[in-house]
């Protein structure tokens, strides 16, 4: 058993090192695969939030993480086949510019989730579960009848979107994008379970009816945690959707918010760098076991069900000792 | 629009719902009493499916085929209960979602490994091919017929079941509290094994029915499974009646939707946009039901605990 | 990720060295061999693989890795198919959706791309590219002639239908295309829609005197069992997609004398088709599909180009690719200039011989026939 925080930094430092490391030997696809687990973790960093902090079992994640996508790909779809986005009230055009992208996708993605969170957080427990699932579905229709954007096939981006002094079609600098921004939003997580507002969210959790008598109303913290929650998961979609220079309704279906939802389990709910171990556990999984069978979904299936069996806490649970 | 098509749509209505029925019923009866969300349920309509197909390929029997539906579900899940389920019980439902999902990558490939890549065949019998003729001038096929009746009879039985018979009273017992019936003796963990196997062998019995009108295919399971969940939401999780209810409301909403939403939308859209238009909204119709019904009525309509 | 790879060299060449002179061809096939799609892509594996053996050849390498039908794998295989295999050749796409989502880039990074199944409307008119090649069909091909034959059916009043997302509306576009008699409605199903009671009584009720239908997989079975449960008896017609050699068996009677239109059947007479049938049989233990013909077609056509240029002379290459001179199982094969094939599509009628289920020939739908989108390629 190590301590947590040691865990947090060998973790962190380990997704610097393997990029460096296939960048020396010249492996680009490996720059690929771990800047799609970082990817992967920003969604379930995202996912925690709610998850862990809030206990607000969301599966219908994907809405954000969809959102995020399709920001970015009808920005960019614009502006690569030069039409504007909207003529009323005033023109707007696409965009190519990282920034830009993702401020829409937060900001629209921050929308949905304060909309889905007004209605969904009336109910709980199961009810809640299938009814951000039931959201889901909507989207998920939605997108595939939207002929406009390409429905089922999707959108395909020709050029990755640029960022200000950075050249974003080279593997290794596109994954200090995605890096930087997966380290900022655990700060801020950080921050936020160490605030007055992360305590009480905490209570509300676990003892709702207490915090109810200090004067804070339960719905009003886990409608901002879900909130803040859906935001990071929209951001995130837009990375994705940059990252493969493709977006589908597949990132709207209810197996992308099963997966977000396996990232954070598998590594450990409520834990700072869970969500990262999860997702980055995940895509090794993926590629790994893809190698030994044409069945290896039941390999997959079976590693998962033994750590819900056996490892409480999930992978962080298994390799270190809680703070405080 | 004839009445004769809209008696036709809503039986087509019908006969979906009390399908999903056939679904939700094991889905609600296993949360009610075990309090346990199991996505592995779609699962185990596949193997009812896969079962039924491989019988009926080598007897010819489709009776035999819906027998080894049911018993094939039934092993498939008194396996899964005692080996996976049964230790999921005391954990909360985020260990449950991720346990049943995992089972169901094990299930479908599991099957491909059984069965192959291709899709099975599966077939009415002849004895129950071909429409009838209903009053009124309506052609309906007698095979739909039958579900509709399959469906009614599973409803009332499991109704008789829960009301009027011992096993009945200790699973409404063991939905209120495990500890109380665990005390007056009665063995617990039998008790969820056997509700499990029964909610198993419906499902088997949904997968095999509906198999030989569909697909007999790898991961017919996941689609219907979603539709269960809307329906015992819908209908209040743990309340068989409200299964029966909420099943009725989903199949005709969904075909009746299906049907009437893109002529609505012609009335005020070119037909090309109405087409595609109302195709869309009447694919999301479920769901934004569902959202209203859980906005209006927080756990369903019978549902009793949060 | 499924990786089988098989390589065809002599255990002595294996050292890289010592061939690094010779111009070996690598090649990334990504294609969907788990889930529910997993017969398609199957199917196109064995047959590119038996075109590859029985070259005799061991300067091919090919990688295979499944897609699993999701768009974002097939981009991440396509990325280390390109930055981390290095080939100079990709393939094995089943679904247009995941061709959309790979073929652009692989095709901007210089790579060859041969499609032995999807061709999308985008790819073959606008957004063409040189690097671009398809060896099956474009995908309004096979409801065109679905159409053309419905007129010399002498079919006048037909219902079409097809799942609501864009292969399904070029389906119908397609269709309507050749089509030209009266439509007696037009209806988007539901993508995976199992249940089509509601449809077949719009059909009873419509007065129509034909069924156009596109539903591929598992929906395409559904409907017809449950079509021809309901009496409804009018005639059926529709793309090779619902009555091909992996699923024909799954339908069974409720397929029997349906008319359907491909550019294979296995009764194609011509000495490759003959030979390539019977090999298939001999190693497979199962009848051939169109897309077995199509992987067949797609590595015959990569054999021919190998044997004229080296793939390092990436336009003597192309030139070869273009040139199509290689035995096809549909006989002649050219490209037009959009690199999409103009070839002839046949009407079909399924029928049983033995316990099988399978298609013969009953004549041309569509001779020679170019696709629709081919004067807006400017390459």
């Given at each position: 058993?190590?301590?947590?925080?040691?865990?947090?930094?060998?973790?962190?430092?380990?997704?610097?090192?393997?990029?460096?490391?296939?960048?020396?030997?010249?492996?680009?696809?490996?720059?690929?695969?771990?800047?799609?687990?970082?990817?992967?973790?920003?969604?379930?960093?995202?996912?925690?939030?709610?998850?862990?902090?809030?206990?607000?079992?969301?599966?219908?994640?994907?809405?954000?993480?969809?959102?995020?996508?399709?920001?970015?790909?009808?920005?960019?779809?614009?502006?690569?086949?030069f039409t504007p986005l909207a003529e009323w009230p005033f023109p707007i055009d696409g965009t190519k510019s990282m920034p830009v992208i993702w401020l829409v996708a937060v900001t629209t993605s921050t929308l949905a989730a304060l909309l889905i969170g007004l209605l969904s957080l009336r109910t709980s427990g199961v009810y809640f579960i299938m009814i951000t699932l039931a959201f889901g579905q909507m989207f998920y229709y939605f997108s595939i009848s939207?002929?406009?954007?390409?429905?089922?096939?999707?959108?395909?981006?020709?050029?990755?979107?640029?960022?200000?002094?950075?050249?974003?079609?080279?593997?290794?600098?596109?994954?200090?994008?995605?890096?930087?921004?997966?380290?900022?939003?655990?700060?801020?997580?950080?921050?936020?379970?160490?605030?007055?507002?992360?305590?009480?969210?905490?209570?509300?959790?676990?003892?709702?009816?207490?915090?109810?008598?200090?004067?804070?109303?339960?719905?009003?913290?886990?409608?901002?945690?879900?909130?803040?929650?859906?935001?990071?998961?929209?951001?995130?979609?837009?990375?994705?959707?940059?990252?493969?220079?493709?977006?589908?309704?597949?990132?709207?279906?209810?197996?992308?918010?099963?997966?977000?939802?396996?990232?954070?389990?598998?590594?450990?709910?409520?834990?700072?760098?869970?969500?990262?171990?999860?997702?980055?556990?995940?895509?090794?999984?993926?590629?790994?076991?893809?190698?030994?069978?044409?069945?290896?979904?039941?390999?997959?299936?079976?590693?998962?069900?033994?750590?819900?069996?056996?490892?409480?806490?999930?992978?962080?649970?298994?390799?270190?000792?809680?703070?405080? | 629009?004839?009445?004769?098509?809209?008696?036709?749509?809503?039986?087509?209505?019908?006969?979906?719902?009390?399908?999903?029925?056939?679904?939700?019923?094991?889905?609600?009866?296993?949360?009610?009493?075990?309090?346990?969300?199991?996505?592995?349920?779609?699962?185990?309509?596949?193997?009812?499916?896969?079962?039924?197909?491989?019988?009926?390929?080598?007897?010819?029997?489709?009776?035999?085929?819906?027998?080894?539906?049911?018993?094939?579900?039934?092993?498939?899940?008194?396996?899964?209960?005692?080996?996976?389920?049964?230790?999921?019980?005391?954990?909360?439902?985020?260990?449950?979602?991720?346990?049943?999902?995992?089972?169901?990558?094990?299930?479908?490939?599991?099957?491909?490994?059984?069965?192959?890549?291709?899709?099975?065949?599966?077939?009415?019998?002849?004895?129950?091919?071909?429409?009838?003729?209903?009053?009124?001038?309506?052609?309906?096929?007698?095979?739909?017929?039958?579900?509709?009746?399959?469906?009614?009879?599973?409803?009332?039985?499991?109704?008789?079941?829960?009301?009027?018979?011992?096993?009945?009273?200790?699973?409404?017992?063991?939905?209120?509290?495990?500890?109380?019936?665990?005390?007056?003796?009665?063995?617990?963990?039998?008790?969820?094994?056997?509700?499990?196997?029964?909610?198993?062998?419906?499902?088997?019995?949904?997968?095999?029915?509906?198999?030989?009108?569909?697909?007999?295919?790898?991961?017919?399971?996941?689609?219907?499974?979603?539709?269960?969940?809307?329906?015992?939401?819908?209908?209040?999780?743990?309340?068989?009646?409200?299964?029966?209810?909420?099943?009725?409301?989903?199949?005709?909403?969904?075909?009746?939707?299906?049907?009437?939403?893109?002529?609505?939308?012609?009335?005020?859209?070119?037909?090309?946009?109405?087409?595609?238009?109302?195709?869309?909204?009447?694919?999301?119709?479920?769901?934004?039901?569902?959202?209203?019904?859980?906005?209006?009525?927080?756990?369903?309509?019978?549902?009793?605990?949060? | 990720?499924?990786?089988?790879?098989?390589?065809?060299?002599?255990?002595?060449?294996?050292?890289?060295?010592?061939?690094?002179?010779?111009?070996?061809?690598?090649?990334?096939?990504?294609?969907?061999?788990?889930?529910?799609?997993?017969?398609?892509?199957?199917?196109?594996?064995?047959?590119?693989?038996?075109?590859?053996?029985?070259?005799?050849?061991?300067?091919?390498?090919?990688?295979?890795?499944?897609?699993?039908?999701?768009?974002?794998?097939?981009?991440?295989?396509?990325?280390?198919?390109?930055?981390?295999?290095?080939?100079?050749?990709?393939?094995?796409?089943?679904?247009?959706?995941?061709?959309?989502?790979?073929?652009?880039?692989?095709?901007?990074?210089?790579?060859?791309?041969?499609?032995?199944?999807?061709?999308?409307?985008?790819?073959?008119?606008?957004?063409?590219?040189?690097?671009?090649?398809?060896?099956?069909?474009q995908n309004d091909n096979l409801h065109e002639a679905a159409g053309a034959y419905a007129n010399t059916a002498g079919y006048g009043n037909s219902f079409i239908l097809a799942p609501n997302y864009p292969a399904g509306q070029d389906a119908l576009t397609g269709y309507k295309r050749t089509y030209q008699g009266e439509l007696a409605g037009e209806i988007y199903t539901q993508l995976g829609q199992t249940d089509y009671a509601a449809e077949i009584a719009q059909i009873r009720a419509s007065g129509a005197d034909s069924v156009f239908f596109f539903l591929p997989g598992g929906m395409g079975i559904s409907f017809l069992k449950q079509y021809a449960d309901?009496?409804?008896?009018?005639?059926?017609?529709?793309?090779?997609?619902?009555?091909?050699?992996?699923?024909?068996?799954?339908?069974?009677?409720?397929?029997?004398?349906?008319?359907?239109?491909?550019?294979?059947?296995?009764?194609?007479?011509?000495?490759?088709?003959?030979?390539?049938?019977?090999?298939?049989?001999?190693?497979?233990?199962?009848?051939?599909?169109?897309?077995?013909?199509?992987?067949?077609?797609?590595?015959?056509?990569?054999?021919?180009?190998?044997?004229?240029?080296?793939?390092?002379?990436?336009?003597?290459?192309?030139?070869?690719?273009?040139?199509?001179?290689?035995?096809?199982?549909?006989?002649?094969?050219?490209?037009?200039?959009?690199?999409?094939?103009?070839?002839?599509?046949?009407?079909?009628?399924?029928?049983?011989?033995?316990?099988?289920?399978?298609?013969?020939?009953?004549?041309?739908?569509?001779?020679?026939?170019?696709?629709?989108?081919?004067?807006?390629?400017?390459?």
């Amino acid at each position: 058993m190590i301590p947590e925080r040691w865990l947090n930094l060998g973790i962190l430092a380990a997704l610097v090192a393997v990029p460096i490391w296939a960048l020396v030997v010249d492996e680009p696809f490996i720059i690929t695969l771990v800047t799609r687990a970082v990817i992967f973790a920003l969604a379930a960093v995202g996912l925690n939030i709610a998850l862990g902090l809030g206990g607000l079992v969301s599966l219908g994640h994907a809405v954000f993480f969809g959102i995020g996508g399709y920001a970015m790909g009808i920005l960019a779809y614009h502006a690569q086949t030069f039409t504007p986005l909207a003529e009323w009230p005033f023109p707007i055009d696409g965009t190519k510019s990282m920034p830009v992208i993702w401020l829409v996708a937060v900001t629209t993605s921050t929308l949905a989730a304060l909309l889905i969170g007004l209605l969904s957080l009336r109910t709980s427990g199961v009810y809640f579960i299938m009814i951000t699932l039931a959201f889901g579905q909507m989207f998920y229709y939605f997108s595939i009848s939207w002929a406009q954007y390409g429905g089922e096939d999707g959108l395909s981006i020709y050029v990755r979107n640029g960022f200000p002094g950075l050249n974003t079609l080279d593997p290794i600098q596109f994954f200090a994008i995605c890096f930087a921004l997966l380290c900022a939003v655990l700060g801020f997580n950080a921050l936020l379970a160490r605030s007055p507002f992360g305590l009480a969210l905490n209570a509300a959790r676990q003892v709702p009816h207490r915090v109810e008598t200090m004067g804070l109303s339960p719905f009003r913290l886990k409608l901002v945690a879900f909130v803040i929650s859906g935001a990071v998961t929209g951001l995130a979609g837009a990375l994705f959707a940059d990252l493969n220079r493709f977006v589908s309704p597949t990132m709207f279906s209810w197996q992308m918010s099963g997966e977000i939802i396996i990232f954070v389990i598998l590594g450990g709910v409520a834990r700072l760098i869970g969500p990262v171990i999860g997702a980055a556990a995940f895509v090794l999984l993926e590629h790994w076991l893809g190698g030994l069978s044409d069945y290896w979904h039941i390999y997959l299936g079976a590693i998962l069900l033994g750590v819900v069996l056996f490892a409480r806490g999930g992978i962080v649970g298994l390799v270190a000792r809680a703070h405080g | 629009m004839s009445a004769i098509l809209i008696i036709e749509q809503i039986l087509n209505g019908l006969q979906l719902g009390v399908m999903l029925f056939l679904m939700a019923a094991g889905l609600t009866l296993i949360f009610g009493v075990m309090g346990l969300i199991n996505l592995a349920h779609g699962s185990l309509y596949m193997v009812g499916a896969f079962a039924a197909a491989a019988v009926a390929g080598a007897t010819g029997s489709f009776l035999l085929a819906m027998v080894a539906a049911m018993a094939a579900a039934a092993i498939a899940g008194v396996l899964i209960e005692v080996v996976v389920i049964r230790r999921l019980y005391a954990k909360d439902h985020l260990d449950q979602v991720l346990a049943t999902f995992a089972l169901i990558l094990i299930f479908s490939e599991g099957v491909r490994w059984v069965f192959g890549s291709f899709p099975l065949f599966l077939d009415i019998p002849d004895y129950l091919s071909g429409p009838v003729s209903l009053p009124g001038g309506i052609q309906y096929p007698l095979y739909r017929l039958v579900l509709i009746g399959i469906g009614m009879v599973v409803g009332l039985l499991l109704w008789l079941l829960t009301q009027q018979t011992r096993l009945g009273i200790q699973i409404r017992a063991g939905e209120n509290d495990r500890e109380m019936i665990a005390a007056l003796g009665v063995n617990i963990s039998n008790l969820y094994t056997l509700v499990f196997a029964i909610g198993a062998a419906l499902a088997g019995l949904a997968g095999a029915l509906v198999g030989a009108i569909q697909s007999v295919q790898v991961g017919m399971g996941e689609p219907v499974l979603i539709l269960a969940f809307v329906v015992i939401v819908i209908g209040g999780i743990g309340s068989i009646q409200g299964a029966f209810i909420g099943a009725l409301i989903v199949g005709l909403t969904d075909t009746l939707g299906g049907v009437f939403l893109p002529q609505l939308f012609r009335l005020f859209l070119e037909p090309a946009g109405a087409t595609s238009t109302g195709s869309a909204l009447a694919s999301m119709a479920i769901y934004i039901l569902m959202g209203a019904i859980l906005i209006w009525r927080p756990t369903g309509l019978f549902g009793q605990r949060a | 990720m499924t990786k089988v790879t098989q390589t065809l060299l002599a255990a002595a060449c294996a050292a890289m060295v010592a061939t690094a002179g010779l111009a070996e061809v690598k090649v990334g096939m990504i294609t969907t061999l788990s889930g529910g799609g997993a017969g398609l892509g199957i199917d196109v594996r064995d047959g590119f693989m038996l075109a590859v053996e029985q070259s005799g050849r061991d300067d091919i390498e090919v990688v295979i890795e499944d897609d699993q039908r999701k768009p974002d794998i097939a981009v991440q295989l396509a990325d280390k198919m390109v930055q981390s295999e290095k080939v100079d050749v990709l393939t094995g796409i089943i679904f247009s959706n995941l061709a959309m989502a790979v073929i652009p880039s692989v095709t901007a990074q210089g790579k060859f791309y041969l499609s032995p199944n999807a061709g999308p409307s985008a790819l073959a008119g606008k957004g063409c590219h040189p690097n671009y090649f398809n060896v099956a069909w474009q995908n309004d091909n096979l409801h065109e002639a679905a159409g053309a034959y419905a007129n010399t059916a002498g079919y006048g009043n037909s219902f079409i239908l097809a799942p609501n997302y864009p292969a399904g509306q070029d389906a119908l576009t397609g269709y309507k295309r050749t089509y030209q008699g009266e439509l007696a409605g037009e209806i988007y199903t539901q993508l995976g829609q199992t249940d089509y009671a509601a449809e077949i009584a719009q059909i009873r009720a419509s007065g129509a005197d034909s069924v156009f239908f596109f539903l591929p997989g598992g929906m395409g079975i559904s409907f017809l069992k449950q079509y021809a449960d309901s009496a409804v008896g009018l005639p059926v017609v529709g793309p090779a997609f619902s009555f091909d050699q992996g699923i024909l068996q799954a339908v069974g009677d409720a397929a029997l004398g349906v008319v359907n239109t491909s550019q294979w059947n296995k009764d194609i007479d011509n000495p490759t088709n003959a030979a390539f049938v019977e090999a298939f049989q001999a190693k497979y233990d199962r009848l051939p599909s169109l897309y077995a013909s199509q992987g067949f077609d797609t590595a015959r056509l990569l054999i021919s180009a190998m044997e004229k240029a080296d793939v390092a002379d990436v336009d003597a290459f192309r030139a070869a690719l273009k040139a199509a001179e290689f035995d096809s199982t549909r006989g002649d094969f050219a490209f037009g200039l959009n690199q999409h094939p103009i070839q002839t599509i046949y009407a079909r009628e399924v029928v049983k011989e033995g316990d099988v289920f399978t298609n013969k020939i009953i004549g041309v739908a569509l001779e020679n026939h170019a696709d629709a989108y081919a004067a807006e390629c400017k390459m």
